[in-house]
């Protein structure tokens, strides 16, 4: 029995695996439409969710099966006290499957080596967020076709955001990678990040607070939301809040190839004025996430279609 905890569990191998297996659900997806008949996916969320919760419960129907589960921690027996290693043993009575969200970095990991049944994490606090990035690989795949020599620029919130550290580990993985980390000083990715994946690997990056002095450079460009929640204050917040806001007049100097993609929600960060760029690829990368977790949810049941 296997969990999702980190994204770098998943080998380059696999992840073409469930890359084509996705490609597969989105050409024929009535081949998958009982796949996962009679069996039951539980989210546990203990923190707000819309895509993730919803793409997992949207996953799991499509594929024939049933979900069950709570969205807040106050509707759960956590209020009460409950451990995540009591909650994952009870949920395994009831169900084939854990999606997990808990703002605590770790907790799907506890829950994993408590349940008996595979656990993915759907987000651990500032930590990780490993089917967010299956969704951004999937993406990435059909806009580039294929993950090596490409730069991606990454903007915002590099410290407190999770779908960040989990893509930068993915992505160290291909040829030719160079990352741009755009963000204030504040914010910059965590050096755990930098020393056990970047420095590790050789990977060159390049750190600014100057989006626009390296638009020309980057084939994807990866807005992300300041992290509100992660604050010890507000003042804080409020300061680094609209940090990055992406207008047209800033993609002046962008590729005609440039990606745009955020995992979402976006506050601030992409004006609504380049949405209709054919450059933006968030709204795709929402449904590229159902069909890689639908993937995901195949084969850690191990069912074969
Ligand atoms: C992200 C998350 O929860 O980390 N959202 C998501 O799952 N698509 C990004 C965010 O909340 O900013």
Request: charged content about 25%.
């Amino acid at each position: 029995m296997r969990s999702l905890i980190d994204i770098l569990e998943l080998t380059t191998e696999e992840l073409s695996g469930l890359i084509s297996v996705a490609n597969d659900i989105i050409d024929h997806p009535q081949k998958y439409a009982e796949a996962c008949k009679g069996k039951k996916l539980a989210t546990l969320f203990f923190e707000p969710s819309t895509r993730t919760r919803l793409s997992f419960e949207a996953a799991m129907y499509e594929l024939g099966g049933n979900v069950l589960g709570f969205s807040e921690a106050q509707s759960s027996s956590a209020a009460k006290g409950e451990s995540v290693a009591d909650t994952a043993k009870t949920i395994s009575c009831y169900a084939d499957i854990i999606a997990m969200r808990h703002p605590k970095e770790g907790a799907p990991l506890v829950a994993s080596m408590n349940a008996s049944v595979p656990v993915i994490n759907a987000g651990d606090g500032g930590h990780n967020h490993p089917t967010q990035t299956l969704a951004d690989l999937l993406t990435i795949y059909r806009e580039k076709g294929g993950f090596d020599n490409l730069t991606i620029g990454l903007c915002g919130d590099l410290k407190f955001g999770r779908t960040v550290h989990s893509l930068i580990a993915a992505m160290s993985r291909y040829k030719n990678i160079k990352f741009v980390l755009i963000s204030p000083e504040e914010l910059k990715l965590p050096s755990y990040v930098k020393k056990d994946i970047l420095k590790k690997n050789g990977i060159p990056y390049e750190q600014t607070t100057d989006l626009l002095s390296v638009m020309p450079e980057l084939d994807i460009l990866y807005m992300t939301r300041v992290q509100r929640e992660r604050f010890f204050n507000e003042e804080d917040y409020l300061r680094l809040k609209d940090s990055y806001i992406l207008t047209p007049e800033k993609l002046e100097t962008a590729k005609e190839t440039l990606s745009i993609m955020h995992p979402l929600p976006r506050v601030n960060e992409i004006s609504v004025a380049i949405d209709d760029d054919p450059r933006a690829c968030y709204f795709k990368q929402v449904l590229n996430g159902k069909y890689m977790r639908m993937a995901l949810i195949l084969k850690l049941l191990e069912v074969e279609v």
